[in-house]
């Protein structure tokens, strides 16, 4: 039925946003997705695409502060918008992912960056249990929640203080649960 | 492709009239136009429509004609789980982000059990209510949940009970030119008690393979009135009405809660598909409404 029907004529506009606080003005399709965008025309490569429906989160970036899917979003629909992708991002929550040996393969990192640093920033002094759910959008292939969500504790806990970074004393914690842990 | 951003209903209405297709938070939407390498003609972007968006509450006039024929809204604002507020009109672009993080939702219960559930945080900070609806799942988290409290689907061109919009999966009753503009929440009745329970593999990022939600209007342990709606489980959502009429007059206690869920069962009418075969959903249709009504009735045991 649907596959009968000619393809739609091509379109183009004229797109402003800010991405990693850069302006940025191109003329785009139409149908061009946030995340082709980014990594085809900008080159950010760190969003990624797996599952291109929403239910991965390997393309997760900030539109406006807030986690969204990429590959669920027109680059249309982000005129005047201002977006984050892993490429401009500089916070606590990376290097609490490094002290905790979060990172395996990676693939699903830029997208849990983001997503975890929305979630600090939103929850700050999170428990484990709101980890988990904060993060329920962000598949890991790789299965090595136990570590991510430690690091997310721990840099809630340190963010939760008074934002200076105060309490050394998170870290030896961060180990506390390394035995096998079901998906977030 | 053509992208048109209107500022106005009216502007819209006449983009839909012509053929084209509404987006509004796109996470369906865009999951089938990009599998499908399917674009049509026009999209129309909603989201620049302001009258479309927002959370307040229900205007009298707005409440006068009820969603839905068998539960009157309460009188007094006497009621066990709420705070005496009246209705909420909720603009049809408000996202299940929104919704979830609005104080006035502890009146409504079930509807925020259902945003708690609803995918995960990046869809729910895309996806919309009015989306949600006019996407005609009959698996909808939210829309169970705005049947059982008897809210209605306004559009452009009318206002109808939101059991009636989806005609089946991916059908509307909507006509060429009417967009949603919102959905009306009447006051919960009087000694309202409410849940939501949806059945699937995961908490987060599933699809239901079969919800339950009802909406009771207590008088001390005696059901006043019922509602029960069934997700997952027929081309559309369905209501129990056979359940419905076991609970009401009757005291609940665990051989009501029992004749309802039988009764449940006998409303559903699954199919076999990938997430579960229909004999297991008729069988989860009357445990869940066994439970959640057994769960209730034991409040009222001593009572």
């Known amino acids: 039925m649907s596959a009968d029907r000619p393809p739609a004529e091509v379109h183009h506009l004229d797109l402003s946003l800010t991405v990693n606080g850069a302006a940025v003005r191109r003329r785009v399709a139409t149908t061009l997705r946030l995340l082709d965008f980014l990594r085809d025309e900008l080159d950010l490569t760190g969003a990624k695409e797996v599952c291109a429906e929403g239910e991965c989160g390997a393309c997760t970036v900030l539109l406006d502060g807030r986690p969204v899917n990429s590959c669920l979003i027109l680059a249309v629909e982000c005129e005047g918008a201002e977006v984050v992708t892993v490429e401009g991002v500089d916070h606590p929550v990376q290097d609490a992912l490094m002290r905790t040996h979060a990172v395996q393969c990676g693939y699903c990192f830029p997208g849990m960056v983001l997503s975890a640093m929305a979630l600090v920033a939103e929850e700050p002094g999170l428990d484990r249990q709101a980890a988990r759910e904060g993060l329920a959008g962000n598949v890991c292939r790789c299965t090595g929640y136990a570590k991510i969500l430690d690091a997310v504790v721990l840099a809630a806990r340190e963010a939760g203080g008074n934002g200076s970074g105060e309490t050394g004393g998170g870290a030896g914690e961060a180990g506390d649960s390394g035995g096998a842990e079901a998906e977030p | ?303």
């Open chain 2, 1 to 303: 492709m053509r992208y048109l951003k209107p500022r106005s209903v009216d502007e819209a209405s006449e983009a839909l009239a012509g053929g084209a297709r509404a987006l509004a938070g796109g996470t369906d939407l865009m999951v089938r136009l990009g599998r499908m390498e399917d674009w049509p003609a026009a999209l129309v972007d909603l989201k620049g429509i302001a009258a479309l968006g927002g959370i307040r509450p229900l205007a009298p006039g707005e409440e006068g004609a009820p969603g839905d024929e068998d539960i009157a809204p309460a009188a007094s604002g006497a009621r066990d789980d709420g705070d005496g507020a009246g209705g909420l009109r909720l603009g049809a672009l408000v996202t299940l982000a929104e919704l979830k993080a609005a104080p006035a939702l502890h009146a409504w219960p079930a509807l925020a059990g259902a945003c708690r559930v609803f995918a995960a945080r990046q869809i729910r900070n895309r996806a919309t209510l009015g989306g949600n609806l006019a996407n005609a799942s009959p698996a909808a988290d939210t829309v169970p949940v705005l049947a059982a409290y008897g809210a209605r689907c306004v559009t452009n061109r009318r206002a109808l009970p939101v059991a009636e919009l989806a005609t089946g999966p991916k059908r509307t009753s909507l006509a060429p030119g009417e967009l949603i503009t919102a959905l009306e929440l009447p006051a919960p009745p009087a000694g309202a008690r409410s849940f939501f329970f949806k059945l699937a593999p995961r908490e987060a990022m599933s699809i239901a393979v079969v919800s339950v939600a009802g909406c009771l209007e207590m008088d001390g342990p005696v059901v006043r009135r019922a509602r029960l709606v069934l997700g997952s489980v027929a081309p559309t959502i369905v209501r129990a009405r056979e359940a419905e009429a076991v609970l009401a007059g009757r005291r609940l206690a665990p051989e009501t809660a029992r004749a309802a869920a039988a009764a449940a069962a006998e409303a559903a009418r699954p199919i076999d598909d990938l997430r579960a075969r229909a004999s297991y959903r008729k069988t989860m249709v009357a445990r869940i409404v066994a439970y959640e009504l057994s769960r209730l009735a034991r409040e009222y045991a001593h009572s």
